[in-house]
Nanobody, 124 residues
Framework: QVQLVESGGGLVQAGGSLRLSCAASGRTFRSYYAMGWFRQAPGKEREFVAGINWNGYSTYYADSVKGRFTISRDNARNTVYLQMNSLEPEDTAVYYC????????????????WGQGTQVTVSS
């Protein structure tokens, strides 16, 4: 149906930057799908990080990442990005890409499609 493959995770020092990518594919994926990023730290629940509507004109961020993270998309490549700057140890988590036909749902755990996740580790 829909496959989401994340890349770009890794180990970085506090204050550094990383850019995550998520490539979408599959018979039922459509470029008008909203896309987003979530993260899950050890022992914590999965939480919303950022979302973007189909044409990129509307974005939404969790308060904890506002001003540091930027979500964007390239519909020609069916890819969504998460530029993460000024990283903090508290940003350490597995980051998951998500997609859904409904932009409002992209901010919730009820999204239709999930990627496998990519590990981001920020050392102090």
């Amino acid at each position: 149906q829909v496959q989401l493959v994340e890349s770009g995770g890794g180990l970085v020092q506090a204050g550094g930057s990383l850019r995550l990518s998520c490539a979408a594919s599959g018979r039922t994926f459509r470029s008008y799908y909203a896309m987003g990023w979530f993260r899950q730290a050890p022992g914590k629940e999965r939480e919303f990080v950022a979302g973007i509507n189909w044409n990129g004109y509307s974005t939404y961020y969790a308060d904890s990442v506002k001003g540091r993270f930027t979500i964007s998309r390239d519909n020609a490549r069916n890819t969504v990005y998460l530029q993460m700057n000024s990283l903090e140890p508290e940003d350490t988590a597995v980051y998951y890409c998500a997609a859904d036909p409904n932009y409002e749902r992209i901010r919730t755990l009820s999204v239709g499609f999930w990627g496998q996740g990519t590990q981001v580790t920020v050392s102090s």
